[in-house]
């Protein structure tokens, strides 16, 4: 199968899986025994944490493990709110729902919750974040790079007027860590997310950034492991692995980005020249290098999805469909998509293991599919508006 869904997750790299496979089997210590075993494990932990703060040039004491992306930003966002007096948080209207939920139920609890427009390209406008700004506002979620569209914000001018104004500000950058050189000191974040099996490593693993001076109050209480703040037995393995995923992601960076930017210049130019109806989606430029989403005007995405599994290629739509319920993309609707726009939208993200014989076979196959959709099956839409 040619995979090109590595927006959702990426295959674990065989070095990732050699170095993670002694701590099933030899090293099976608890890293909070004083025993041999457990001592071993707990170096193991300390060096993986060192990888990962050594990929987004942070001390290793700044990084919290948990267990992925999802916890990260929870973890930021409620453990800030318990911490700081303020009732208003900033965020995006595109934000992942690993963001917008928590936000959402904050709501319900009495704080106000602003949720910043974006352009048709995906970005936020820092002026309009200044002007949302308030007395009472404690922290500022803006994602990093969308998960979608992959338009990158500007994220250290939104550092900026944070900062000017004493306000906390959290980045999810799970879609961002390991496709772009990322230096928290640089862009200056208080708090950021990573997850693991973004980056060639084992799903279930994470971290979550906080820069030296923020305080965040603990969301899982116990054992006190983390330093009081994620209590609980540590993956170890995945811990390794992730840390693994971390040392090559930082030892291959700019090969990386060289290969990613080869392989979807191909598909964006190939695409737009052969197949007509189509346009590219997010920012031109300000992106990150793997990602390349387009829509197909007279076509369902979904039922694009399903052909291009049947001709075994893997891809996703935009419109972020769950399992159970149809809805359209909240992120298409903020950059003012029209329904049509949403459903006909597809999104093709590339990995270290594509190849650009792949990429042809995938624009070869989008070819034939497009065409035999639209001339059998008219628009129709299935989205929930």
């Known amino acids: 199968m040619i995979y090109l869904d590595n927006a959702a997750s990426t295959p674990v790299h065989q070095k990732v899986i050699d170095e993670m496979i002694p701590y099933f089997r030899e090293q099976y210590g608890n890293p909070s025994s004083i025993h041999k075993l457990g001592r071993f494990a707990n170096t193991a932990i300390q060096n993986s944490r060192k990888r990962i703060a050594e990929l987004i040039n942070a001390d ?14 929870n973890t930021a966002i409620y453990g800030t709110v318990l911490q700081r007096k303020g009732k208003h948080i900033i965020t995006s209207s595109i934000e ?20 910043l427009p974006v352009d048709k390209h995906g970005l936020v406008n820092v002026d309009d974040l200044q002007n949302e700004i308030s007395h009472d506002t404690c922290l500022i979620t803006i994602m990093f790079a969308n998960n979608e569209v992959g338009t990158i914000q500007p994220i250290k001018e939104i550092a900026d007027v944070a900062h000017k104004n ?32 973004k980056l060639n490593g084992p799903k279930g693993v ?51 980005i060289i290969h990613f930017k080869k392989l979807t210049s191909k598909l964006i130019t190939r695409i737009l020249s052969e197949i007509p109806q189509t346009s590219l989606n997010g920012h031109v430029e300000k992106r990150i290098p793997n990602n390349a989403h387009f829509t197909f005007l ?20 935009g419109s972020a469909c769950s399992v159970r319920i149809q ?10 998509f029209s329904h049509e726009q949403i459903a006909g939208s597809l999104r093709l993200t590339v990995g270290i293991t594509n190849t650009e014989e792949e990429i042809d076979q995938t624009v070869d196959v989008l070819k034939k599919v497009v065409q035999e959709l639209r001339i059998v099956s008219p628009y129709k839409t299935k989205y929930n508006f």
Not at 60 to 73: C, P, R, V, W, Y
Not at 97 to 105: F, N, Q, T, V, Y
Request: hydrophobic residues 35%.
């Open 60 to 73: 290793s004491k700044e990084i919290l493990l948990t267990s992925g992306g999802t916890e990260s930003n």
């Open 298 to 317: 007279g076509v369902n995405g979904e039922d694009l999805i399903i052909k291009l599994d049947e001709n075994k290629i893997a891809a996703s739509t």
């Open 327 to 336: 809805k359209a993309s909240h992120v298409l609707r903020s950059m003012g």
């Open 166 to 197: 004493n306000i906390v500000f959290h980045t999810d950058a799970v879609q961002a860590v390991g496709k772009v050189p990322i230096n928290v000191n640089d862009i200056g974040v208080d708090l950021l997310s990573i997850s693991s099996h």
């Open 96 to 115: 992942h729902d690993a963001i917008l939920e928590p936000c959402k139920r904050l709501e319900k609890e009495g704080y106000r919750i602003s949720y």
């Open 206 to 256: 994470g971290a979550l950034y906080i820069r030296k001076g923020i305080n965040i109050s603990p969301l899982i209480l116990g054992g006190g492991q983390e330093n009081g703040l994620r209590s609980g037995t540590e993956n170890v393995a995945s811990i390794v692995g992730f840390g693994m995923a971390c040392k090559l992601a930082k030892e291959d960076m700019n090969q990386n």
